[in-house]
């Protein structure tokens, strides 16, 4: 893990945090819309997927600052994401029209090596494919275009990982490429919630 600074650490913290708070924003305003079944799927969800990140940037700073390469921060990622995504994806399940929810997206797996991956490819489409169905039946299309943004810059994030050379460039690319794709979904997220999500 050549390519880790410190800096590249602590900004590795950036889409953790603005995950959470598009996070936040979704469970407060989808509390009263969604079953307590679902609420919880998408509150465990959303959970796990910040764990996840989080996990992740902290074994990085500790890397980085050279005290100690706990591997187990950074293996967590991808089952605590991947099965998190999928929780919120389920959790979304029928808060757009009937007819947009019978329609099916492909999604291109780039690292399907490990089954946590898929989950979290998948997850992360349907999670957008939802939110996108969303924006339209609200008549949203600043946040539509949010979503489609965030999940583009997502595949591309599946892109870097099949591609991932453990450079400083690699690892700066990434950075820039998730930070876009949070970034993206909160405002998508925060425009649905000045619309009138929770009302």
């Given amino acids: 893990m050549n390519g880790i600074t410190v800096t590249m650490a602590i900004v590795d913290f ?11 924003l979704l469970q407060n305003d989808l509390y009263s819309k969604l079953s307590k079944t679902k609420y919880t799927l998408l509150s465990a969800g959303s959970l796990m997927i910040f764990i996840g990140g989080a996990l992740k940037a902290t074994w990085k700073i500790l890397y980085a600052l050279n005290i100690c390469d706990y591997q187990t921060l950074d293996i967590s990622f991808f089952p605590f994401q991947g099965i998190g995504f999928l929780l919120v994806f389920l959790s979304l399940t029928g808060i757009c029209s009937k007819k947009f929810n019978k329609l099916y997206s492909v999604v291109p797996v780039f690292t399907s090596n490990m089954p946590f991956v898929i989950l979290q490819v998948i997850g992360c489409a349907g999670t957008q494919f939802m939110l996108m169905g969303k924006s ?17 810059f997502m595949l591309g994030m599946g892109y870097l990982s099949a591609k991932f050379d453990d450079s400083s460039s690699m690892h700066w690319l990434a950075q820039c490429t998730n930070i876009i794709s949070q970034g993206t979904f909160l405002a998508g997220t925060f425009i649905l919630h000045k619309a009138g999500l929770g009302k």
């Fill in 136 to 152: 339209l039946q609200m008549k949203k299309k600043s946040a539509f275009v949010m979503y489609i943004i965030a999940f583009i």
């Fill in 14 to 24: 950036i889409p953790v945090v603005l995950f959470f708070a598009a996070a936040v």
